[in-house]
């Protein structure tokens, strides 16, 4: 069973100005217990020195650290897993190579990704609502293929897009596991609080897993 239900993702260009160190420091003070680093256009140093600070800070909050589809890099600073796009390495690779202790996550948009997807510890599924940062994906999937998304996975689906702290039962009462967030933590005028704010919700619709 994954000890999270709310899954921070990284983005550096929405923080306001601040520094992404800063403000997941911040979301982790808030009760976050896993952040995805997902910046794609650093070069391999950056983003290694980048996960390193982050890597010390997770530890701090026995928190989790995924690394956006970079195993080396995850392998570098001893990550607790990666997260994959469904284009990226398949799962059994990221497997062979992380091991079994690690944790795998995998984006997905259809039922038939999800298949793809198979022998991944979780799932995050959308966009679930529009979101300017996932438009590139296609359509809103809507909460009825969030339904359709669940009773289909053997495993935990987290689901994202367009997600606020108002949203959050919707998600859950269509069976959601958990939320991942981009904006809603990062972009948020106080991340510890919209992080304890988020968890609130979170807490007061705990739904059974199918």
Same mark, same amino acid.
């Given at each position: 069973?994954?000890? @999270?239900?709310?899954?921070?993702?990284? %983005?550096?260009?929405?923080? $306001?100005?601040?520094?992404?160190?800063?403000?997941?420091h $911040?979301?982790?003070?808030?009760?976050v217990?896993?952040?995805?680093? =997902?910046?794609? %256009?650093?070069e391999?140093?950056?983003?290694?020195?980048? $996960? #390193?600070?982050?890597?010390?800070?997770?530890?701090?909050?026995?928190?989790?650290?995924?690394?956006?589809?970079?195993?080396?890099?995850?392998?570098?600073?001893?990550?607790?897993?990666?997260?994959?796009?469904?284009?990226? @390495?398949?799962? !059994?690779? #990221?497997?062979?190579?992380?091991?079994?202790?690690?944790?795998?996550?995998?984006?997905?948009?259809?039922? *038939?990704?999800?298949?793809?997807? /198979?022998? !991944?510890?979780?799932? &995050?599924?959308?966009?679930?609502?529009?979101?300017?940062?996932?438009?590139?994906?296609? %359509?809103?999937?809507g909460?009825?293929?969030?339904?359709?998304a669940? $009773?289909?996975?053997?495993v935990?689906?987290?689901?994202?897009?367009?997600?606020?702290?108002?949203?959050?039962?919707?998600?859950?009462? *269509?069976?959601?596991?958990? &939320? /991942?967030?981009?904006?809603?933590?990062? #972009? !948020?005028?106080?991340?510890a609080? *919209? /992080? =304890?704010?988020?968890?609130?919700?979170?807490s007061?619709?705990? &739904?059974?897993?199918?």
């Amino acid at each position: 069973m994954l000890d @999270f239900r709310l899954y921070c993702v990284t %983005d550096r260009k929405h923080t $306001a100005g601040r520094p992404l160190v800063d403000v997941i420091h $911040a979301a982790l003070d808030g009760g976050v217990r896993a952040v995805q680093l =997902r910046e794609k %256009d650093l070069e391999g140093g950056e983003l290694s020195h980048l $996960a #390193a600070q982050l890597r010390t800070l997770t530890e701090r909050y026995q928190a989790r650290l995924l690394i956006n589809e970079r195993l080396d890099v995850a392998l570098a600073v001893d990550a607790d897993g990666v997260h994959l796009g469904h284009t990226s @390495f398949p799962v !059994a690779t #990221a497997r062979r190579l992380l091991g079994p202790e690690k944790l795998i996550g995998v984006s997905t948009h259809s039922l *038939a990704e999800i298949t793809d997807a /198979a022998g !991944a510890d979780f799932l &995050v599924f959308g966009p679930v609502y529009f979101t300017p940062s996932k438009a590139a994906y296609g %359509d809103p999937q809507g909460l009825e293929r969030l339904r359709e998304a669940v $009773a289909h996975s053997a495993v935990p689906i987290f689901a994202i897009g367009g997600i606020t702290t108002e949203r959050i039962s919707q998600v859950r009462d *269509a069976g959601a596991y958990g &939320v /991942a967030m981009i904006s809603a933590l990062s #972009a !948020a005028a106080d991340p510890a609080h *919209a /992080a =304890r704010e988020i968890m609130l919700q979170l807490s007061a619709h705990i &739904v059974p897993r199918n």
